[in-house]
């Protein structure tokens, strides 16, 4: 039987998850990352380290491997794949004074138009390195530790290359982008999941992989996520609720408006439609500890609305699904009992995240069937309840929330 292995480097840690052929998790190890002041190591040492504290039964029946990164957290190395500079991480966004360069030449609503854009990065190593006499391979995180085990350098996968500028319905680069990343050598870039190569013979012989299992193009931690959920069919959706609220839902039409932080990535013949919006837990974590948050929650009856008609935001302004970087946080009034002010701002979010969805469909996005949750306040029944009823459609959990999951389930689907 075969196993199939995905790999989740997030912002503070790695994670690995085996499947089996009907997808039931086997193992599942996590690793935090070490202080670092030199990323690219601390990362090849977490991944050789999780690697290795997967059973070794497991790992000698691994038919396929699949990783994802950070969106945008991007390095440069020399042509034996050596980075010659630290990573950029996602967050960093000393990339915002090039934006005029590149909207010099880019279409409006390009979404490399960010500070924190992989673009905006390239740029700004651009500017700022030495001109190098070797080729300089620029590369998103997951394609870097990908090559780890493949060998093959300057490949990526059309997620993470979204930011780059890829043109992910033509999957092309554009023309617009050349003269921006001259000198640098970019990812060739294929379907996530593509198998990219064997595993490495010396990689085979120190974690006893098979010899033909396959390494293939992997994805960005947020999507790998989403396809944790299984979500496979347009209308299905999967909401975040984390420190902010996302939601990202599959539809047969693609959707662009940088303005409100609504883009698109494609998934084989579909188009992934997100937005973000400032509100989120982080405004309940504000007022209320987690423990209060479960207790007042069963309080609440879902089934009888709040008068209460709050916008949760802990500072002004919102990009979705209202744009407005001004909209003031609506908080007010706020009533002695702290179950009727919970239950007001529950169903302020849930408000925001039926808003949210109507927005895509107003633009044009698949008519929404079933919404699948995410993050800290998946486990609140109660919000599940009252959010059933602003969306109109079946509200559950995810089945599966780990972006290793949906790695896994990625390096599988050549086997399905
Ligand atoms: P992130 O990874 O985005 O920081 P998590 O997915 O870990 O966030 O979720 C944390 C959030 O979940 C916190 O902001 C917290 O307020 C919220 N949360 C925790 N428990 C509950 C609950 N029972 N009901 C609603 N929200 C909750």
């Avoid at 390239?122 to 006499?133: I, K």
């Avoid at 394609?143 to 493949?150: R, Y």
């Avoid at 350098?153 to 680069?173: M, P, R, T, W």
């Avoid at 209308?235 to 409100?260: M, Q």
Wanted: aromatic share 10%; hydrophobic share 40%; charged share 15%.
């Amino acid at each position: 039987m075969g196993f199939y292995l995905g790999i989740d480097f997030g912002t503070s840690g790695a994670r690995a998850i085996v499947i089996d052929a009907k997808r039931q998790i086997q193992a599942e190890r996590q690793l935090e990352f070490t202080e670092s002041s030199d990323w690219s190591q601390c990362w090849q040492t977490t991944l050789f380290q999780l690697i290795e504290q997967i059973p070794v039964s497991l790992r000698r029946e691994l038919s396929a491997i699949a990783l994802n990164g950070t969106s945008s957290t991007v390095l440069l190395c020399d042509r034996s794949g050596n980075p010659i500079t630290p990573p950029l991480l996602y967050n960093d966004a000393r990339g915002r004074d090039t934006l005029e360069e590149i909207r010099a030449v880019a279409p409006p609503q390009q979404i490399t138009l960010s500070a924190t854009s992989s673009l905006a990065k390239l740029r700004w190593w651009y500017h700022h390195l030495q001109p190098a006499d070797t080729p300089l391979y620029f590369l998103h995180q997951a394609d870097w530790l990908a090559f780890q085990l493949h060998g093959k350098l300057g490949v990526s996968d059309y997620h993470n290359a979204l930011k780059l500028g890829y043109d992910v319905e033509n999957l092309c680069y554009p023309e617009w982008l050349e003269p921006l990343t001259a000198p640098f050598k970019l990812p060739q870039v294929l379907a996530p999941g593509t198998p990219v190569g064997e595993i490495l013979p010396p990689m085979r012989d120190r974690f006893h992989f098979p010899p033909d299992c396959l390494v293939c193009a992997g994805t960005t931690d947020s999507i790998a996520a989403f396809l944790a959920s299984g979500a496979t069919s347009p209308g299905e959706a999967v909401t975040s609720l984390g420190s902010t609220l996302v939601i990202k839902l599959l539809s047969h039409t693609r959707i662009d408006e940088a303005a409100s932080g609504i883009y698109s990535h494609r998934l084989g013949n579909l188009w992934l439609v997100g937005g973000a919006s400032n509100t989120g837990g982080a405004v309940l974590r504000h007022f209320f500890s987690d423990v209060e948050l479960a207790e007042l929650s069963q309080q609440i009856n879902p089934e009888q609305p709040s008068p209460l008609d709050y916008y949760p935001l802990l500072q002004p302004g919102d990009r979705f699904p209202i744009n407005d970087p001004n909209l003031p946080p609506r908080l007010e009034p706020r009533p002695n009992n702290p179950v009727d002010f919970l239950q007001g701002l529950l169903e302020g979010i849930a408000r925001i995240e039926a808003l949210g969805y109507q927005r895509l469909q107003a633009l044009g996005a698949t008519p929404l069937t079933r919404v699948y949750t995410a993050g800290g306040g998946a486990k609140n029944l109660t919000w599940m309840r009252m959010r059933d009823r602003y969306l109109n459609v079946p509200v559950i959990p995810s089945p599966q929330t780990e972006a290793a999951y949906g790695s896994a389930l990625l390096s599988y689907k050549n086997f399905s």
